[in-house]
């Protein structure tokens, strides 16, 4: 359950784009167009371990224990709902070897474990797709108050690029590009700050 709710979160790259306008006007021979100067993006660089902020970002702890007790109330009520199913179905075959039903009774309480079994894999997956959807929306707030806060942290710092980092997705980076500590103290103050509200 914990690989579900760490999946890959990475962190989108800034990139600057140039935007020019078009004159949909004719064009005439005797304008001179003046060349648009561009500036250079910055080319300071930076990373961000991943793994760091999922384990050390408090925002994530809280989540990740909420979805831990969601994942795992749902897992105690499908084993619970199962293990009745079988219980019932066990009995009933018993009983059906003992001759203790009439065909039509037999037929009538078959008939309702297969509704019951089919009750049950409707409530997995409907608990499957709720917690599917808590998963993505937690996912989104998570992206969202990391891009938040490195467009703040990024005013002053003034990379080109900040790289989420995780796992052997960067083959080499020297540490001296590393801002985690920095970014994880910086998430971890702004969401104390929310929580007091």
């Known amino acids: 359950m914990k690989n579900n709710i760490l999946f890959a979160v990475a962190i989108a790259a800034a990139t600057t784009f ?24 910055s080319t300071k660089i930076a990373y961000v371990e991943v793994d760091s902020i999922m384990t050390q970002y408090q925002f994530c702890k809280d989540y990740t224990k909420i979805l831990n007790a969601k994942g795992n109330n749902i897992q105690k009520t499908l084993a619970s709902r199962q293990q009745q199913l079988q219980g019932a179905a066990a009995n009933f075959q018993q009983k059906v070897q003992q001759n203790a039903y ?30 599917q959807a808590e998963t993505d929306k937690y996912n989104k707030a998570l992206h969202d108050s990391i891009q938040h806060y490195l467009a703040i942290y990024n005013k002053d710092h003034k990379y080109g690029m ?22 994880v103290a910086g998430l971890n103050k702004a969401y104390k700050g929310k929580a007091k509200k």
């Open 102 to 131: 009439t065909r039509e009774q037999a037929e009538a309480i078959q008939a309702g474990l297969q509704k019951q079994s089919g009750d049950l894999q409707a409530l997995n997956q409907r608990l499957s797709s709720e917690f």
């Open 162 to 183: 900040i790289f989420a980092k995780q796992g052997d997705n960067l083959l080499y980076a020297d540490k001296a590009y590393d801002i985690t500590a920095e970014v």
């Open 18 to 41: 140039g935007f020019t306008s078009c004159n949909k006007s004719a064009p005439k021979m005797d304008d001179k167009t003046e060349p648009v100067e561009q500036k250079a993006p």
